[in-house]
């Protein structure tokens, strides 16, 4: 079972360890909730400043791709090609000669846009071979074969994504843009096809300082169709095109969203997505967060010293506060030991010192109960000796009595042998092994022996007596000899003066224990301390006293006494004590 600290450690170390575990666990979360609100922050600000940038780049894009779609209108304008496309030329030399004219025109253009274009490629009816030049003429009727053809079947024409092309006899990689030739009647001719260099739209999209910061970019256009992206490498490109993929079949902004391409990166959009070119980036999340975890990292140190500085001040306060409590301590352990006591300070005016005071006075109180006690020992001591010695004075008494009671037969005296008799039986229930407490049924017998010896001393005076003792009630104890004084009082004050009388001595059954009844019919008084006769004041009032003191201090209320008497109708004394057998008795 897991034991409680504060009951097992010392206060030093566990308050040591308490507050700088407290320190600690603030400062992990101080850290944590910086770097995520700074990084939040961050991550916001750079999404609408990129948005800005990537709007501007996109502009820059625009311009470059819209002087692309001026050549090809230039071209699709070009007479020459229009009337070599509408294919008037009756021989095949006229034709060859035209077509290697348009060769030299288109090969010129790409050269002159060296920088921009890299290949013209012309769709028609009955193209002638041509080799060696970055112009190029193919057969319409393979056009469907493209894999872009979708894309410029639908439209006039259509902006296709990188892919491999072959100009001047060589594969090369181009963005290309295919335009429709219509004839001044409208009539179709061909398709423009005029391949752009990948490395002059990354060149825009992507400069050295993006790169270095490991920026990437991706050129979206044509309805959302992927141009070509930059800072990508290929492992990298195969989850762009997935993820872009799963953009196009299920359109989502992927603005301010967090993707991983082998690691996180931080997605910013151009903001009209409505615009023909988009720009997408892919910022390294660690970029971002460098900040923050630059700040939470300054946190942390800063954090870290003043964990450091408050350890020690906790340090100091720790021992300063221990300080007493250890002072206390050790004084508690030399007066538990040596019974010696420990001066304590004096110049706390806090709670240590009203417990240096309390231990001042406690020192002082235990001291004075050790001398009580070994005064108590030592009387307890001459009381043993003393109780020694009584265990020989009744045996003492009983063998005395009995030989007087023995003389007295002799002597012929048998009201004499008598009294001894019932004296004795008197001697040992009052003695009753030194218990202080009897049977009601002893209490009743000593009571009936006292009133016998009465009835021999008073002859001729007649003294009846009665006692009703319910059986179930024979059981119960109580403190010995306490009638005994009630009913002498009434056989030596009741009947003053008069020659016959009686006694009834009643036990019942009360709801508060057992009430005890003692009536008889003798001179009477009036139940008032000031006004019972001088005669009945030496004895019988100290002994109604003393029963009530007995009562009061054994049971307290509601038990005690209770006098009913008028002058020359009697006395009625009722006492009232608790139902308890002998094994709780005292325990109330």
């Excluded at 209490?443 to 002859?459: C, D, F, K």
């Excluded at 001088?534 to 054994?554: D, F, P, S, T, W």
Aim: net charge negative.
């Amino acid at each position: 079972m897991l034991r409680n600290p504060f009951k097992t450690y010392r206060m030093g170390s566990l308050y040591m360890l308490t507050f700088g575990g407290f320190l600690v666990l603030f400062l992990i979360l101080l850290m944590a909730v910086c770097y995520q609100v700074t990084a939040a922050y961050m991550s916001k600000q750079v999404s609408v400043y990129q948005q800005e940038l990537l709007d501007e780049v996109g502009k820059r894009i625009d311009a470059k791709m819209i002087s692309v779609e001026q050549v090809a209108l230039s071209i699709t304008r070009n007479e020459a090609l229009l009337n070599y496309l509408r294919n008037k030329q009756a021989d095949v030399y006229s034709r060859k000669l035209a077509q290697q004219e348009l060769g030299y025109y288109l090969s010129n253009i790409v050269y002159s846009w060296n920088d921009v274009l890299n290949s013209v490629h012309v769709y028609m009816h009955d193209p002638l071979p041509m080799i060696g030049l970055p112009a190029a003429f193919g057969e319409i009727d393979d056009l469907p074969k493209e894999p872009w053809y979708s894309l410029v079947s639908q439209s006039d024409y259509a902006w296709i994504g990188e892919r491999e092309v072959v100009a001047a006899d060589s594969n090369k990689q181009a963005i290309r843009f295919a335009q429709k030739i219509y004839s001044d009647t409208n009539q179709f001719l061909g398709v423009l096809v005029l391949g752009v260099k990948p490395a002059a739209v990354r060149d825009t999209l992507l400069n050295e300082s993006n790169k270095n910061s490991g920026i990437k970019r991706v050129l979206l256009g044509n309805g959302r169709q992927m141009m070509t992206d930059a800072g990508f490498d290929q492992e990298e490109n195969v989850g762009l095109l997935d993820m872009l993929q799963a953009e196009f079949d299920h359109p989502s902004y992927l603005n301010g969203r967090r993707v991983e391409l082998g690691e996180p990166y931080f997605v910013t959009e151009s903001r009209d997505r409505n615009a023909q070119w988009q720009v997408i980036q892919f910022t390294p999340m660690k970029g971002i967060t460098e900040d923050s975890s630059r700040i939470a990292l300054t946190l942390g140190a800063i954090g870290l010293a003043a964990i450091l500085i408050a350890f020690l001040f906790t340090l100091i306060f720790s021992r300063q506060f221990m300080k007493p409590i250890m002072t206390l301590k050790q004084g508690m352990d030399r007066f538990s030991v040596d019974r010696l006591k420990s001066e304590m300070p004096r110049d706390y005016t806090n709670e240590f010192g009203i417990l240096f005071r309390g231990y001042d006075a406690l020192t002082e109180r235990v001291t004075e109960l050790y001398a009580h006690l070994e005064k108590q020992y030592i009387k307890q001591k001459e009381l043993d000796v003393k109780a020694l010695q009584a265990m020989i004075n009744p045996h003492f008494l009983y063998n005395t009595l009995d030989q007087i009671n023995w003389m007295a037969i002799e002597a012929n005296q048998p009201q004499i042998s008598e009294v001894l008799e019932l004296v004795g039986k008197m001697f040992r229930i009052g003695l009753s092994n030194g218990d202080t407490i009897v049977t009601v049924r002893e209490e009743l017998a000593y009571i009936g022996s006292y009133l016998q010896i009465q009835q021999i001393r008073m002859e001729p005076f007649k003294l009846d007596v009665s006692m009703e003792l319910p059986e179930a009630l024979e059981s119960y104890y109580m403190p010995k000899v306490l009638l005994q004084p009630i009913v002498e009082n009434a056989v030596m004050h009741g009947f003053h003066g008069r020659q016959s009388g009686a006694v009834h001595i009643r036990v019942s059954e009360h709801k508060e224990g057992v009430a005890f009844v003692v009536q008889d019919n003798g001179n009477g008084f009036r139940p008032k301390q000031d006004e019972i006769p001088q005669h009945q004041m030496k004895m019988g009032g100290y002994g109604i006293r003393n029963v009530e003191e007995r009562i009061e201090a054994l049971f307290g209320p509601p038990y005690g006494i209770q006098v009913v008497s008028m002058p020359g109708e009697g006395a009625s004394v009722t006492v009232l004590i608790p139902k308890r057998d002998r094994a709780n008795y005292y325990r109330g």
